[in-house]
C-alpha cells in the first residue's frame, strides 16, 4: 500500500495542480508546462546514475555522519536539483511564457514532479532503500514541489528583473541547502528536526509565493 500511494503521489500533484491551473486561467496553453514534467523525467536519469553510483561507493546509507553529509549535500541534493535547475534556466526561462516569479514556479514545480515521479519508480524497485524509507519515499512527491517553488520564485524574478545569472543562482544555492537537510534529517532518523524543518520549509515557500501574487498585483 505505501508503494503504491508513494509511486501515485509525484504524478497526482502535478494533475491535480495542472487542474487547479486550467480552471484559474480558463483557455490558456498548458503544452509547455506538460513538456516542463517530461523534462523532469528525462532529467532524472542522471540523478538515478548518480544514486547508482553512490551506493557502488557506499556513501549512500547511515554508516557515518562524513557519508551522510556527502551522500546528503552532493549526491542527492546538488545532482538533484541541478538537473531540475539546467532545463528550468536553459529552456524553460526563454520562453515567453516565462515572464516572473509566478510562472516560474508553475514551470518549476512541473519539473520537479516529473523528476520525482520517476524517481520514486526508481526508490520503490531499484534502490537500496537507505534510511528512513517509507518517510522519504513518502515524502519525495511533496518536498521536491516545496523546493521546486523556491527555485522557480527565484528564477522567475531574475527573468522579471533581467538579472537570471544571481537569481538563478540564489534559487539553486537555496535548494540545494533545503534539499540537503531534508535528506540529512531523514538518514539520521531524526524524526523531530525533519518536522521542524518542513514545517520551516512549508513557511518560507508560503511567504514567496504570497510575493509571487504581490508581483502579479502590481504589475496591473
Known amino acids: 500500500m505505501v508503494t503504491i500511494v508513494g509511486l501515485l503521489i509525484s504524478p497526482l500533484i502535478f494533475l491535480f495542480f495542472l487542474l487547479y491551473l486550467k480552471y484559474r486561467i480558463p483557455g490558456s496553453d498548458f503544452n509547455l508546462l506538460i513538456k516542463a514534467f517530461f523534462w523532469g523525467c528525462l532529467f532524472s536519469i542522471p540523478v538515478i546514475l548518480a544514486d547508482q553510483a553512490a551506493h557502488y561507493m557506499q556513501i549512500d546509507g547511515a554508516r557515518s555522519i562524513r557519508r551522510m553529509i556527502a551522500y546528503s549535500f552532493v549526491v542527492n541534493a546538488f545532482v538533484i536539483e541541478v538537473c531540475k535547475f539546467l532545463p528550468l534556466r536553459f529552456s524553460l526561462a526563454r520562453k515567453i511564457q516565462f515572464s516572473g516569479p509566478n510562472p516560474g514556479i508553475h514551470f518549476s514545480v512541473a519539473v520537479a514532479m516529473g523528476l520525482a515521479t520517476i524517481f ?48 538563478s543562482m540564489t534559487g539553486l544555492i537555496a535548494t540545494i541547502f533545503f534539499h540537503g537537510i531534508y535528506r540529512f534529517t531523514l538518514l539520521t532518523q531524526d524524526v523531530t528536526l525533519f518536522w521542524l524543518f518542513a514545517l520551516g520549509a512549508v513557511f518560507v515557500v508560503g511567504i514567496l509565493i504570497f510575493k509571487s501574487k504581490q508581483i502579479i498585483a502590481e504589475s496591473y
Not at 517509507?134 to 520564485?153: D, E, K, Q, T
Open 120 to 167: 520514486a519508480v526508481y526508490h520503490a524497485y531499484f534502490s537500496d532503500r537507505s534510511g528512513a524509507d517509507n518517510v522519504y519515499f513518502l515524502s519525495i512527491g511533496p518536498m521536491n514541489a516545496i523546493l521546486g517553488i523556491i527555485m522557480g520564485f527565484f528564477v522567475g524574478m531574475g527573468k522579471l528583473r533581467k538579472n537570471l545569472f544571481i537569481d
